[in-house]
């Protein structure tokens, strides 16, 4: 059974730094796509940042100079540095691993990270 396990939310003060951690069991999961996405009340879950396996990360306009994607494949792990936190990004980060050639994809738990001072 694969199961995606998130840690390291919470609160935050604007202009703080975070890290959240995904772990991952029950596979391989070296040529999946790697991702975390956002969502707040009432709105869809958007992409934050992804890494494909060659290690190329893509980042959300938003977040660009300010988070950094990093992942492991011997832990299934992907990482999450966030810096500069804003108020506006406080939300539930979710962590997703998605393998392109067959659509088998998995979401973490949703983590909940709060910037308020």
């Known amino acids: 059974q ?3 396990v998130e840690s390291g939310g919470g609160l935050v003060q604007p202009g703080g730094s975070m890290r959240l951690s995904c772990v991952a069991s029950g596979g391989d999961f070296s040529v999946y796509l790697m991702a975390w ?3 707040t009340p009432g709105n869809q879950r958007e992409l934050v940042a992804s890494m494909a396996t060659c290690g190329n990360p ?6 660009k100079g300010r988070f950094t994607i990093s992942r492991d494949n011997h832990l299934s792990a992907v990482f999450l540095h966030m810096n500069n936190l804003r108020p506006a990004e406080a939300a539930v980060y979710y962590c997703h691993f998605l393998r392109g050639s067959t659509g088998h994809n998995y979401w973490g738990q949703g983590t909940p990270v709060p910037v308020s001072s």
Request: glycine content about 0%.
């Open 2 to 4: 694969v199961q995606l």
């Open 37 to 39: 996405y956002r969502q």
């Open 58 to 63: 893509v980042y959300a306009d938003s977040v």
